[in-house]
């Protein structure tokens, strides 16, 4: 972890590098760039460097008082496997704008396990939560 820093600061982040991830990835297939960075803009973002190579990053969408959903959480494959992902939980769930939330969500198809160990369970009524899903929204 001593070659990494975890920041918020939005003039570090990638925007080729997030939005090369995305794009290809399980949550978001095809997402046009101009999409990623209108959602980097509106979004509390963290990224995980080496050095000065971005090599993950999270997003959190949240009004800083109640809510949050967190969002397009990734490490790149050559750095998996050496805690980075927990730290960047550990680093978000810290980050002081976000203490005074009452509620946190998130979709995940495969990171349950990451996800369990900071604290996040599965729905403890399911009945009340409803989805409106556009999944056709970036096709051209």
Partial sequence: MDNYDISCDPARLDLDLIHSFLATSYWSPGVPKATVARAITNSLCFGVYQRT???GFAR???D?????YLADVFIVEPHRGQGLSHRLMEVILAHPDLQSLR???LVT???HGLYLQHGFT???TP???LELHRPGNYRE
Avoid: Y
């Fill in 60 to 62: 959190v969408i949240t």
């Fill in 127 to 129: 009945e009340r939560v």
């Fill in 103 to 105: 509620r946190w969500l």
């Fill in 53 to 55: 190579a971005q090599v």
């Fill in 109 to 111: 198809r495969d990171a």
């Fill in 64 to 68: 800083k008082t109640a809510f949050a």
């Fill in 122 to 124: 599965p729905l403890a």
